[in-house]
């Protein structure tokens, strides 16, 4: 269960649409005054090494985030992720990749909280390395947990506000139903949080099954939700696909990815199959 490394894949086409999505949330709930709780189910190692021989192996980060660091003309949703993962580089070459922890955390007030869940040992120590150096104090904890597990006892969390971000790998086929139960909980137990869901889109049965659960669970709590997908080739090697689903989306959200999705799917896609979908619902 401990061969999934971020690092190989840090800055990709997943990656892009992920933290794009994750960065619009965000700026809308710290417009509320009231202190707002992010809970990581799966932080991985926080930031990551572009030039790196994990990245450098893969190469992914070449068709995401190092084609949109030369484009111009971007979508302000778009821009805004560009911008933010600038801020992380001292030179103008994209070098250093921050994962969703540190965009959290770059995007959080003082009085905000931010719990990280990693349970790759290696992953762990390297996030709370990496987190250490930002000297934030009791803002932000790294926890070697279950995410999945985790999350309940921070559920509801004291100021009545939090987003949830779920990206597990999903190599192991049991993270499908894990999501869904996960959020199945927590909807017991927070109805009013923001919930955001990664996922691939592969050749599997439980990836194309997922979203459909998720729609069902968000439409029978009456909740309302939001599914963004980008398509940038067809089929293997590699992910050609991948989705965010969110229950309790920012209103302002689907509006943001209007012009967004497709700006990637130009910019992003590998051949005539790149394409992208937008769907909102409750």
Known sequence: MFSYRHAFHAGNHADV?????????????????????VLDTHA??????????YAHTSGEAADGIQRLVQASGLAPALQDYVDLVRSFNATPATKVYPGSPFIAQHLLREHDKLKLFELHPTDQRTLAGN????????????LLEDGFEGVKKFLPPPAR?????????YEIKSDYGRVQDMLQDALKRFATGTYA?????????????????????????????????????AGAPGLPASGMFLINP????????????????????????AAFSLESGG
Do not use: F, N
């Not at 506000?161 to 790998?169: F, Y």
């Not at 592969?202 to 599914?227: F, N, Q, S």
């Open 44 to 53: 991985g190692a926080g930031l990551y090494r572009l030039d790196g021989d």
């Open 17 to 37: 649409l992920k933290h794009t999505v994750l960065i619009a949330t965000l700026q809308h709930l710290t417009q509320k005054d009231a202190a707002l709780m």
């Open 197 to 233: 869901v990664w996922y691939p889109i592969i050749p599997r049965p439980e990836a194309h099954d997922l979203p459909r659960r998720l729609k069902t669970m968000a439409t029978k709590a009456g909740k309302g939700w939001l599914h963004a997908t980008l398509t940038v080739k």
């Open 161 to 169: 506000r939090a987003l949830v971000l779920c990206d597990p790998s």
């Open 250 to 273: 920012p209103y302002t959200l689907k509006a943001a990815l209007q012009p967004v999705l497709p700006q990637m799917a130009q910019l992003l896609g590998q051949d005539r199959h």
């Open 131 to 142: 987190v250490a150096q930002l000297e934030a104090g009791r803002q932000v904890a790294v």
